[in-house]
């Protein structure tokens, strides 16, 4: 059974860094893209980016590129979405999301900035 | 970026009724569509990928149609486990876009 397991709620201050993670199971990590997509409170969905984890490579939306950071550790299967600088607007439910087609979803991480 | 514009934005139907969700790309996708549910408790389940195909487990009552630029997805006879948001997204191109969302509620 394909499993996407996040870290748990995030506290950030502004200008700070948070990291969270989203540990797969069930299939060969490096097989398919993690994708990563924002939900701030109230609204839809925006894709963030993906990372390809065999080769590391990345893409991000235009939006996102000075915010997010993705990465992944192939050894433990475990893809990390780092968000700098944080502000007010980065408060929001983070999901990763497997597959180019988004075919499994982990349960979401918010992550609150508050001073 | 390709904007998708859902309609309508709250969608109030009864059980067993037949309800359709229509998406809008603000330009040509070929079918790139999907579709997804996401519940109250936040969890978000794929419904139907390219258009108009289910995904696994995905009951029959659910079903896609489109192409170009207007996609729509229809559930037959509502249960009350469908109550819930429903969000487009095209994977033409990137960045991939979601429509606004849908919120299917009891009437």
């Known amino acids: 059974e394909v499993q996407l397991q996040q870290s748990g709620p995030e506290v950030g201050r502004p200008g700070s860094s948070v990291k969270i993670s989203c540990k797969a199971s069930?299939?060969?990590?490096?097989?398919?893209?993690m994708n990563w997509v924002k939900q701030s409170p109230g609204q839809g969905l925006e894709w963030i980016g993906w990372i390809d984890p065999e080769y590391g490579n990345t893409d991000y939306a235009e939006k996102f590129k000075k915010k997010a950071t993705l990465t992944a550790d192939t050894s433990s299967n475990i893809a990390y979405i780092q968000l700098s600088s944080l502000t007010s607007e980065d408060t929001a439910t983070y999901f990763c999301?497997?597959?180019?087609?988004?075919?499994?979803w982990g349960q979401g991480v918010m992550v609150t900035v508050s001073s | 970026d390709i904007q998708m514009t859902q309609s309508p934005s709250s969608l109030p139907a009864s059980l067993g009724e037949r309800v359709t969700i229509s998406c809008r790309a603000s330009?040509?996708?070929?079918?790139?569509l999907n579709w997804y549910q996401q519940k109250p408790d936040g969890t978000i389940k794929p419904l139907i990928y390219y258009t108009s195909n289910l995904q696994s487990g995905v009951p029959s009552r659910f079903s896609g149609s489109g192409s170009g630029t207007d996609y729509s997805l229809t559930i037959s006879s509502l249960e009350p486990e469908d109550f819930a948001m429903y969000y487009c997204q095209q994977d033409a191109n990137f960045p991939r876009t979601f429509g606004g969302g849908t919120k299917l509620e009891l009437k």
């Open positions: 999301a497997s597959g180019e087609g988004f075919d499994y």
């Open positions: 330009q040509y996708i070929s079918n790139n």
């Open positions: 069930g299939y060969t990590f490096t097989d398919y893209v």
